[in-house]
């Protein structure tokens, strides 16, 4: 889903097109005034030897440096076979993507942006580590997290291959079936919202 959100621009005086997706996401995520990111962008930008500017973007590591001050962390997007990873592949909460030259917030599943950018590809996120969690607990979890659709398709297809082979096969199920299936219809309710 995309949500329209400048970040709080226009509302901070600024005007005219620039490429200020940087300063628009992480002013979104971190919710943050739009024009205290811009400066703090800006400076950054300076001290890694460029202009002080972010009307034309901010480079990844200029950009990480940043986040990483405020307690985000750089992760790499989910593989799938067949497809590239997209906005929606992310972990709930509060994300920021790396897409084909562009930065985007991304706030339980939806794209908050000055523009419907939905069709990019996404190379990676920031997230927030959360305080008290090992980061590679919190990475962990990240991970399963995005391999959870694949999970759960896999699960929804063993559970149809035994039902059939039961049925196919007419016959009572054996004792280790009669108590993993209804175990398996649990996790796959529990996955989709149910208990």
């Keep these: 889903m995309f949500v329209f959100n400048d970040g709080g621009r226009v509302a901070a005086g600024f005007k005219g097109k620039t490429g200020d997706c940087g300063v628009r996401a992480m002013a979104i995520a971190l919710a ?20 002080k500017s972010v009307r034309r973007g901010v480079m ?17 997007a989910p593989k799938f076979d067949g497809r590239k990873a997209r906005y929606s592949d992310l972990p709930n909460g509060k994300c920021i993507a790396r897409m084909s030259g562009h930065y985007a917030a991304v706030i339980d599943g ?6 419907d950018s ?6 990676g996120y920031w997230i927030k580590t959360h305080e008290g969690i090992d980061p590679e607990e919190d990475r962990n979890h990240a991970r399963l997290m995005a391999a959870a659709p694949d999970l759960l398709a896999a699960l929804e297809e063993v559970v149809r ?6 049925e196919d096969h007419n016959s009572d199920r054996p004792t280790d079936v009669t108590v993993v299936l209804p175990r398996l219809k ?6 989709k919202g149910g208990e």
């Design 32 to 51: 943050l005034p739009y024009a205290d990111v811009y400066r703090e962008l800006a400076q950054a930008n300076k001290d890694a030897g460029r202009k």
């Design 60 to 76: 990844k590591e200029v950009y990480s440096t940043v986040l990483s001050k405020y307690g985000w962390e750089w992760r790499s």
């Design 110 to 115: 939806e794209l908050h942006d000055s523009w």
């Design 118 to 123: 939905r069709h990019k590809m996404v190379y």
């Design 161 to 166: 291959d035994i039902e059939d082979y039961c």
């Design 186 to 191: 649990a996790a796959i309710a529990k996955a």
